[in-house]
């Protein structure tokens, strides 16, 4: 599978269904669930954004840029924007439906 289209298709539904529901919260039709849905949508559009602009400022401190970069002990300059850098998200869970079964996550990674 190409990651890449993968990912950009993820991303292209995730902000057409944020769009849906933001449209029909401002017509006053959104059932309570679907505004869950839209602030879980919001969280995740928010931190695609924060590592984007991670990768944004990597970039430019690859080139010599002034950039912010938190200094930390652990990753000494670390550029760092919350929720934004990957190296710093906790391993992958695999969460199983119940003890004993196969990996039932639907992703091909």
């Not at 057409?16 to 839209?38: G, P």
């Not at 990768?55 to 938190?70: C, H, I, Q, T």
Request: with cysteine; net charge neutral; charged share 25%.
């Amino acid at each position: 599978m190409n990651k890449p289209i993968y990912y950009s298709t993820i991303g292209k539904v995730t902000l057409e269904k944020l769009r849906s529901i933001t449209s029909k919260m401002r017509d006053d039709t959104a059932t309570a669930e679907e505004r869950q849905f839209c602030l879980l949508l919001q969280e995740i559009v928010a931190l695609a954004n924060n590592r984007l602009s991670v990768a944004l400022n990597e970039s430019e401190f690859s080139k010599g840029e002034a950039v912010w970069v938190e200094r930390t002990a652990a990753h000494y300059p670390h550029i760092r924007l919350h929720g934004g850098a990957l190296e710093d998200d906790p391993n992958p869970v695999n969460v199983r439906a119940k003890a004993g079964d196969s990996d039932r996550s639907g992703s091909p990674f």
